[in-house]
C-alpha cells in the first residue's frame, strides 16, 4: 500500500538513510526536508535509487525558522496535492557540545533546545492535519538519544547537561504527544551511537575514533521499529533501535 513519508534532517546521516531506504520501496511518496533545497548534498538526494512508482519531493524546513514547516505543507498541498501524511519522523537535530552542568553555556541550551525541542513542536503543528487525514493509523516519531534518559542516567556516565536535557524534554513532548492524540503513533527512538557527523564529533571528544555503529545498521533498526510500530506496543514508550525500551 502507497505511503507517504516526511523526514526533516534529510540531507545527511540518519535523514538521508531513512529517505534513501524509503524511497527505494514501491509506490511511496517520501517528503525530505532540508535546510537548503539548493546545496549540493540536497540536490544529490534527486540521485537516490527509487522503487517502481515511487517519487521524492524536498522541502525546505529549517529548524531555527518558526514558519518553514507551515510553509512545506502549504507548498505540499498547494504544489504536489498531498493532502495526508502517514509517517513524519523528526530526524533533524543537534549534538554540539558536552559540558558538565556547572559548564553549561546559556547560549549553548537556548540553541539545543530551539534545534531539538521547540522545532519539533513547530513541526507537529504544522504535519497534524495532514496526519489526521491519513486513511491509515498516522505515526509521528522523533529521533531521541539515551542521553535524555533520566530513569538511567547513571548508566551513562558522560557530561551531557546541553545535548541530554534537550533530549529530555524531547521526550517529554512525544509522549505528550501520544496522550493527547489517541489516533496517532507518537514515540521518541534512540537510534543508537551512530556514524553520523555528530555521533562522530562526540566520539573525538572523548578520545575514540568514531561512533559505535554504522549508519546502515542504525536505519535498519529504526525501520523495522517504525513500520512496526502500533498505538498499543510502542507509542508512548521510549524505544531503541534495537527493538527495546529504555526507562524515562
Same mark, same amino acid.
Given at each position: 500500500? #502507497?505511503?507517504?513519508?516526511?523526514?526533516?534532517?534529510? *540531507?545527511?546521516?540518519?535523514?538521508?538513510?531513512?529517505?534513501?531506504?524509503? @524511497?527505494?520501496?514501491?509506490?511511496?511518496?517520501?517528503?525530505?526536508?532540508?535546510?537548503?533545497?539548493? *546545496?549540493?548534498?540536497?540536490?544529490?538526494?534527486?540521485?537516490?535509487?527509487?522503487?517502481?512508482?515511487?517519487?521524492?519531493?524536498?522541502? =525546505?524546513?529549517?529548524?531555527? %525558522?518558526?514558519?518553514?514547516? /507551515?510553509?512545506? &505543507?502549504?507548498?505540499?498541498?498547494?504544489?504536489?496535492?498531498?493532502?495526508?501524511?502517514?509517517?513524519?519522523?523528526?530526524?533533524?537535530?543537534?549534538?554540539?557540545?558536552?559540558?558538565?552542568? /556547572?559548564?553549561?553555556?546559556?547560549?549553548?541550551? @537556548? /540553541?539545543?533546545?530551539?534545534? $531539538?525541542?521547540?522545532?519539533?513542536?513547530?513541526?507537529?503543528?504544522?504535519?497534524?492535519?495532514?496526519?489526521?487525514?491519513?486513511?491509515?493509523?498516522?505515526? !509521528? &516519531?522523533?529521533?531521541? %538519544?539515551?542521553?535524555?534518559?533520566?530513569?538511567?542516567?547513571?548508566?551513562?556516565?558522560?557530561?551531557?547537561?546541553?545535548?541530554?536535557?534537550?533530549?529530555?524534554?524531547?521526550?517529554?513532548?512525544?509522549? =505528550?504527544?501520544?496522550? /493527547?492524540?489517541?489516533?496517532?503513533?507518537?514515540?521518541? &527512538?534512540?537510534?543508537?551511537?551512530?556514524?553520523?557527523?555528530?555521533?562522530?564529533?562526540? #566520539?573525538?571528544?572523548?578520545?575514540?575514533?568514531? #561512533?559505535?555503529?554504522?549508519?546502515?545498521?542504525?536505519?535498519?533498526?529504526?525501520? $523495522?521499529?517504525?513500520?512496526? *510500530?502500533?498505538?498499543?506496543?510502542? *507509542?508512548?514508550? !521510549?524505544?531503541?533501535?534495537?527493538?527495546?525500551?529504555?526507562?524515562?
Amino acid at each position: 500500500m #502507497a505511503t507517504t513519508y516526511l523526514i526533516t534532517g534529510a *540531507s545527511r546521516g540518519l535523514g538521508r538513510g531513512l529517505v534513501e531506504t524509503y @524511497l527505494s520501496r514501491p509506490s511511496n511518496t517520501v517528503v525530505a526536508a532540508v535546510r537548503d533545497p539548493s *546545496s549540493h548534498t540536497s540536490q544529490t538526494l534527486y540521485d537516490l535509487p527509487r522503487g517502481p512508482s515511487s517519487s521524492l519531493i524536498v522541502v =525546505k524546513i529549517d529548524s531555527h %525558522s518558526e514558519a518553514d514547516a /507551515e510553509a512545506a &505543507v502549504e507548498e505540499l498541498h498547494s504544489l504536489h496535492k498531498i493532502t495526508a501524511l502517514d509517517v513524519v519522523v523528526a530526524n533533524a537535530g543537534i549534538a554540539e557540545v558536552f559540558p558538565r552542568v /556547572e559548564d553549561a553555556l546559556v547560549a549553548d541550551l @537556548l /540553541e539545543h533546545y530551539q534545534v $531539538n525541542v521547540i522545532a519539533v513542536i513547530v513541526l507537529f503543528r504544522a504535519v497534524l492535519p495532514l496526519l489526521k487525514s491519513s486513511a491509515k493509523t498516522a505515526k !509521528f &516519531v522523533t529521533i531521541g %538519544s539515551s542521553a535524555g534518559t533520566i530513569g538511567d542516567m547513571d548508566k551513562i556516565p558522560v557530561p551531557n547537561a546541553v545535548y541530554g536535557t534537550s533530549k529530555a524534554a524531547l521526550n517529554y513532548v512525544t509522549k =505528550k504527544i501520544h496522550l /493527547e492524540n489517541e489516533d496517532i503513533v507518537a514515540f521518541p &527512538v534512540h537510534p543508537g551511537w551512530a556514524q553520523t557527523d555528530n555521533g562522530n564529533h562526540a #566520539a573525538r571528544l572523548w578520545g575514540l575514533e568514531k #561512533a559505535a555503529i554504522t549508519v546502515e545498521e542504525s536505519v535498519a533498526g529504526l525501520v $523495522n521499529i517504525i513500520d512496526g *510500530s502500533t498505538r498499543g506496543a510502542t *507509542s508512548g514508550k !521510549f524505544m531503541q533501535y534495537d527493538g527495546t525500551t529504555m526507562a524515562w
